[in-house]
């Protein structure tokens, strides 16, 4: 976008791989990726503040929880993915 942000979204193909690291490391893989390739210096996720190995997944990958509530995450971010979306943005210049 115009703020130099991408969204990512990533889904473990079974819970067979869930809790091993691959989530943590794909999401750091393609962070840095897109960061040296594209130039993007913030991505944004908004997984479920129930996921919680999601959520662990992008806490081991620098990602930091934002402070929104469901209304200000929307108007930030637009369209919201769950009712209960946690915003976290990662600064690749950090």
């Known amino acids: 976008d115009f703020k130099n942000r991408s969204e990512l979204d990533i889904w473990m193909s079974s819970e ?16 840095r990726f897109l960061y040296k390739e594209l130039g993007i210096g913030f991505f944004w996720v908004q997984p479920s503040k129930q996921n919680i190995q999601s959520l662990r997944a992008f806490s081991k990958s620098k990602f930091k ?30």
């Open 16 to 31: 067979t791989y869930c809790g091993q690291g691959y989530g943590s490391e794909a999401i750091d893989l393609l962070t």
């Open 65 to 94: 929880e934002l402070p929104l509530n469901s209304e200000e995450g929307k108007n930030e971010f637009g369209t919201q993915d769950y009712s209960d979306s946690l915003y976290m943005l990662r600064d690749m210049c950090v």
